[in-house]
Nanobody
Framework: EVQLVESGGDLVQPGGSLRLSCAAS????????MSWVRQAPGKGLEWVSG????????HSVESMKGRFTISRDNAKNTLTLQMNSLRVEDSAVYFC??????????WGQGTQVTVSS
């Protein structure tokens, strides 16, 4: 069974940091690009950041550049999103997905990130 399991979401203050993790199983992890997408209440899906299969190339949307860092550990089949300088507008359910910004086919269950003072 192909599975992605997110963890690490929490309530944090503006300016704080949080690290999200995704554990992958059921497929050859290092054959695939991986991404994080998010959905805020009342809004559609937003692609956040992605990383190629071997970690050689990453990409993030402009609002996250310099604040969010995506990484992967192919030996452990894990994907990570380090989030710094969090803003209220970053509040969302964050999903780990298999694929890139223009297509992804496997989802995790999501983890809630709430940024509030």
């Amino acid at each position: 069974e192909v599975q992605l399991v997110e963890s690490g979401g929490d309530l944090v203050q503006p300016g704080g940091s949080l690290r999200l993790s995704c554990a992958a199983s059921g497929f050859t992890f290092d054959d695939y690009a991986m991404s994080w997408v998010r959905q805020a209440p009342g809004k559609g899906l937003e692609w956040v950041s992605g990383i190629k299969s071997n970690g050689s190339n990453t990409h993030s949307v402009e609002s996250m550049k310099g604040r969010f860092t995506i990484s992967r550990d192919n030996a452990k089949n894990t994907l990570t999103l380090q989030m710094n300088s969090l803003r209220v507008e970053d509040s969302a359910v964050y999903f780990c997905v298999r694929g890139w910004y223009n297509g992804y086919d496997v989802w995790g269950q999501g983890t809630q990130v709430t940024v509030s003072s």
